[in-house]
């Protein structure tokens, strides 16, 4: 049974860069703490990166965006927002916890801020890069995305940094990129939980070699799915995710949660949710007693003395109460339903990996630690650890994923004349695919002209998803039937020529996954042999 290895963090310090300098940028993105490290080239230790003063701390940045003048459009960012006292203002100038909604189809009223969620995004990022490039020369850029909604995360970031001067851009799923700067051996399969403030995303991840076999590195990520540049000479090693799944979820939930069970007949403002979230990471510590209460003095809306008293035990009821570990168990077992469909077995785990920093949480490692036996737990520095596995791109490696959802085709039923979603690639089914798949389509009607393509995912049946009820975040489990959900309104035509008729096979087609996890397809007329050009359905997940 393996040890569990920290090691690779231990070198992580702050260090002074000069504009001579070339290297990679790392940014985490995340609700409370952005997360900044940058390596030079040629060297192996990471280096936190202090940028007063925006930053609390060397690599950590406040995830707060301030709106200070509104004629000239001026903001303040993260540490400057506290050295203020501007976190407890009641205006909406202030944009927090603003990653969760970017992507989402729907912004609760929770989110009052004027700045819209994607536009404080923008913010952070854009003065990142602005403080560090005048320091340092960026061959590369890093981000990170949460699995829940990364399709429609990646499609922000894209636009996000379109005009920042940098010659390659990547982008890093967040659990995988936790378990690969993990530093395990090569050909170790590793369980991540990344609880953050926002989210909870858990995979499986398999790191290829050993054994005899050609070793990658040992800190992989995935690259948006592409090969890296400078592709090495060596035959391509592949980190392999053969399960995940997530939940918008995450630690200011538990404050929320915390706040109003405690005063639940007042409004959390921002200065109670901090002090609730003071009070849950106090609990969070291993060497308290369960019973031991502690005390956090509040003001409220009126100004007046409020308490907020807690003990761990407290607090742990809480959590279960309103279904914390039911959730957190039924994404275990969709991530291991996901990666039994790739020969995966429980007893495959050689460790757990917990970042984010709702990962101290004890009731939390602690059911992980039941459910898992006598698995090794690996327990990095939750808040950088997913910066530091991001940072550690290796040219040469290819990094195989698998689908969350799956992907099913519109097509018409010959036998019950009737249209139906046909699955075409389930959920863990691994990409870039290897080999293609092939279908056959007939017409639906006499003379027909064409035949639409029209794409959609799978929504799972018994899954969570959150609610706000008066503004209070609350787990709902989705009971309806399994349904089909359209991924994009883009259609894709192709002509019959001739014609067809009703229940004649008139076309062969062949789908791939391409390496940026977009779905292709090409194929064939059978009545003439015509081949059907080559086109893009757009990016699934």
């Known amino acids: 049974m393996k040890k569990d290895k920290n090691d690779e963090f231990e070198n992580v310090q702050p260090s002074e860069i000069n504009k001579n300098e070339f290297g990679t940028l790392a940014i985490d993105l995340g609700s409370s703490t952005t997360v ?5 080239e040629n060297c192996q230790t990471p280096e936190l990166l202090d940028l007063p003063p925006i930053s609390r701390a060397p690599g950590e940045i406040p995830s707060l965006i301030y709106k200070s003048s509104e004629k000239e459009k001026s903001y303040l960012i993260g540490q400057q927002i506290v050295d203020l006292n501007l976190i407890n203002e009641k205006e909406n100038n202030l944009s927090q916890d603003f990653k969760r909604w970017i992507g989402a189809t729907k912004i609760e009223p929770i989110y009052d801020s004027e700045i819209s969620p994607e536009k404080a995004g923008e ?10 490039s005048a320091k340092v020369n960026i061959k590369r850029l890093v981000l990170t995305a949460p699995v829940d909604t990364y399709r429609e995360y ?12 940098v010659k390659e851009i990547a982008l890093v799923d967040e659990p995988t990129a936790a378990a690969i700067g993990a530093g395990l051996d090569p050909g170790s399969t590793l369980l991540v939980l990344d609880f953050g403030g926002s989210t909870i995303d858990m995979s499986i991840v398999s790191l290829e070699g050993g054994e005899g076999q050609a070793s990658p590195i040992a800190q992989l990520v995935r690259f948006d799915g592409n090969n890296l540049e400078g592709k090495s000479t060596q035959v391509l090693r592949t980190a392999k995710v053969l399960g995940k799944s997530g939940l918008r979820l995450g630690g200011k939930d538990i404050d929320r949660w915390i706040s109003h069970h405690l005063l639940p007949e007042e409004n959390p403002t921002n200065s109670i949710l901090r002090k609730a979230e003071e009070l849950k990471c106090e609990l969070s510590n291993i060497n308290i007693k ?20 807690l003990s761990k035990k407290g607090l742990e009821e809480l959590l279960i109460e309103k279904g914390l570990i039911k959730s957190i168990e039924k994404l275990f077992k969709k ?10 077995e429980l007893k495959d785990l050689d460790s757990v990996v917990l970042v984010g920093g709702g990962s101290r949480i004890p009731l939390i490692k602690n059911y992980l630690r039941e459910i898992c036996n006598s698995i090794p737990f690996l327990t990095p520095p939750p808040i950088e650890a997913i910066a530091l596995g991001a940072l550690n791109l290796t040219p040469g490696v290819q990094v195989k994923d698998v689908l969350n959802k799956g992907v099913s085709l519109r097509c018409w039923n010959k036998k019950n004349e ?13 990409w870039p695919t290897n080999k293609p798949l092939e279908i ?11 035949i639409d393509l029209i794409i959609g995912e799978p929504q799972e049946q018994g899954s969570n998803e959150i609610i706000y009820i008066n503004g209070l975040p609350t787990l709902k489990t989705i009971e309806s039937k399994e349904e089909i959900k359209k991924i994009n309104n883009t259609i894709i035509s192709i002509p019959l020529d001739p014609p067809g008729e009703i229940g004649q096979d008139c076309i062969k087609l062949i789908f791939n996954i391409n390496a940026k996890c977009q779905l292709e397809v090409e194929g064939i007329d059978l009545r003439n042999n015509i081949a059907i050009t080559s086109q893009n359905l757009g990016e699934i997940r």
């Open 440 to 450: 056959i389509l007939a017409a639906s009607i006499n003379n027909q002209l064409s």
């Open 290 to 309: 369960e019973t031991l209460v502690i005390t956090k003095q509040v003001k409220n809306n009126k100004n007046e003395d409020k308490f907020l008293k």
């Open 36 to 40: 900044v490290v940058f390596q030079k």
């Open 335 to 344: 991530t291991i339903n996901v990666a039994k469909r790739n020969s995966f």
């Open 123 to 132: 913010i952070l990022i854009h003065t990142i890069w602005k403080k560090v």
């Open 154 to 165: 990646r499609t922000w970031l894209v636009k996000v940094c379109n005009y920042l001067d």
């Open 418 to 430: 009737k249209y139906i979603w046909h699955p075409l690639f389930l959920a863990g089914q691994t």
